[in-house]
């Protein structure tokens, strides 16, 4: 069944209202007619199933049917802080994260970034990123869109980062040291509704400067495994043992 994402105002007790481009994706991709079904979520742990009761060019009217409890989210908060990655591996990482449960994104200007975004057109690409995070997060029925800041440095990164209640950072000279325990006893330290956040490098890595000040501000230096993973790869390793850890394992 097609999963879409509305807005708060647009979804009452009785009504749901489905505008912009996924009335477009109804209509005319999906061809769905009077009767059809479809399940809708309000970006807000809200989510029901409803049936369509009108359209026109510019709107599709539902009816509810029935509230639905689909329980994807992770139990706790995790923002991944990417270091700008080359090409287009950042449009991978969203759309990968936020099928395995990303809160939010943050996107930051490593010293080994080779990719510099221009200020004038970052708009744009946020806006595409969001765009990914929202077709991922409906073809993996998560209840909430991670959200996507627009890019920042580490120091404001750091700055802005006393609200998580763990911060751990991959480093693959730890990885090759054979440091394979921070990652789980800072995983074995937070429970149910608490955050972390999750500082990646960029395909050359932190330097050990950047290390050095992730220490000093508290952060937990981390090896993922034994073995030296892409920039692209990091990511969607951390997101997918917190889910083990979290889930599979209760």
Not at 29 to 42: A, E, K, L, Q
Not at 126 to 151: C, F
Request: proline share 3%.
């Amino acid at each position: 069944m097609q999963r879409y994402f509305v807005e708060r105002e647009n979804m009452t007790e009785d009504i749901v209202i489905v505008t912009g481009e996924d009335v477009k994706h109804i209509t005319k991709v999906m061809r769905m007619n009077i009767g059809d079904d479809i399940i809708c979520s309000n970006n807000q742990s809200r989510t029901v199933r409803c049936q369509l009761v009108e359209y026109s060019d510019t709107e599709v009217r539902a009816r509810v049917i029935e509230e639905l409890m689909p329980n994807t989210e992770l139990p706790i908060k995790v923002t991944i802080a990417q270091g700008l990655p080359k090409g287009d591996k950042l449009e991978l990482i969203i759309q990968k994260g936020t099928e395995l449960g990303a809160k939010s994104f943050i996107p930051f200007a490593a010293a080994r970034s080779i990719v510099k975004w221009d200020q004038k057109k970052s708009h744009k690409k946020i806006e595409r990123l969001e765009k990914i995070a929202k077709e991922a997060a409906e073809q993996s029925y998560r209840e909430q869109i991670p959200t996507i800041s627009d890019v920042k440095s580490l120091h404001h990164l750091i700055n802005h980062s006393l609200s998580y209640d763990a911060i751990i950072v991959a480093y693959e000279e730890a990885a090759k040291n054979d440091e394979q325990s921070k990652f789980v006893q800072t995983l074995n330290g937070l429970t149910t509704g608490q955050s972390i956040l999750v500082i990646i490098g960029p395909e050359g890595g932190l330097t050990s400067e950047e290390i050095t000040y992730l220490k000093e501000q508290g952060a937990t230096i981390c090896g993922f495994g034994p073995r030296i993973l892409r920039t692209e790869t990091a990511a969607l390793y951390a997101l997918s043992a917190i889910s083990y850890h979290f889930e599979l394992m209760r």
